[in-house]
């Protein structure tokens, strides 16, 4: 009996074919060359695990969403919407993809036709690096919100990072960098000696549980 036969053969018995396909293609991820890439392993998840971020600064008109609709409707598919997993709330969380993942929460002819799943790739990523790859993602297409993502950018800065690090990971500019911390109040915000002693902190705290969590059979004072 042929691979193909006997994948065949255990499809027919499977109570629920779908989970029974993911199941054969988390296999073959685990042995492929790739298993590196993201779009390696596309799952098909139930919509009600997958959830929106709380940060994304990109925004689409109605005329865009009505085409969105239409091409998802004709054509599928065609690309699959980039998460991470929380595992706490085992759910996906969206990093890029909402207006796909809204088409098929929207209207019910799209989740019908997909089963209600919804086409996913899992990011190994922490919370600033979520942000960056949303933005990276929504600037590549030329849709970003600078109200958006000027808040996210003071979240990160928030979060820790340098300005090095901004501009590095998102593609900026100097200038556009300050823009942005103009627009936010973050530059204001840290002119305050207050302010400024408790962001401190929680830098140097930031820091401490990194170096923890890396080593954790040293002992930190």
Do not use: C
């Amino acid at each position: 009996m042929s691979y193909k036969d006997a994948i065949k053969k255990e499809l027919d018995n499977a109570k629920d074919p779908i989970e029974f396909l993911e199941q054969v293609k988390e296999y073959i991820d685990e042995i492929s060359p790739l298993n590196h890439q993201p779009i390696n392993r596309v799952r098909w998840v139930e919509l009600d695990q997958v959830q929106a971020n709380d940060y994304n600064p990109n925004s689409v008109a109605k005329t865009e969403m009505k085409l969105l609709y239409t091409s998802i409707s004709h054509d599928g598919y065609t690309q699959p919407v980039v998460t991470v997993y929380d595992e706490k709330k085992n759910k996906y969380v969206i990093v890029d993809g909402f207006h796909r993942y809204f088409t098929s929460k929207r209207y019910k002819d799209i989740s019908e036709k997909n089963h209600n799943r919804l086409p996913v790739v899992v990011i190994d990523k922490d919370i600033n690096d979520r942000m960056a790859s949303t933005i990276r993602h929504n600037r590549a297409r030329g849709k970003h919100s600078v109200s958006g993502m000027s808040n996210i950018v003071f979240e990160m800065l928030d979060n820790g990072w340098e300005d090095v690090d901004i501009l590095k990971e998102l593609g900026m500019e100097a200038e556009e960098l300050i823009r942005l911390k103009h627009i936010t109040g973050f530059s204001k915000l840290f002119e305050d000696t207050e302010y400024k002693q408790s962001w401190e902190l929680k830098k140097q705290l930031q820091i401490k549980k990194k170096y923890k969590d890396e080593n954790p059979k040293e002992k930190i004072i």
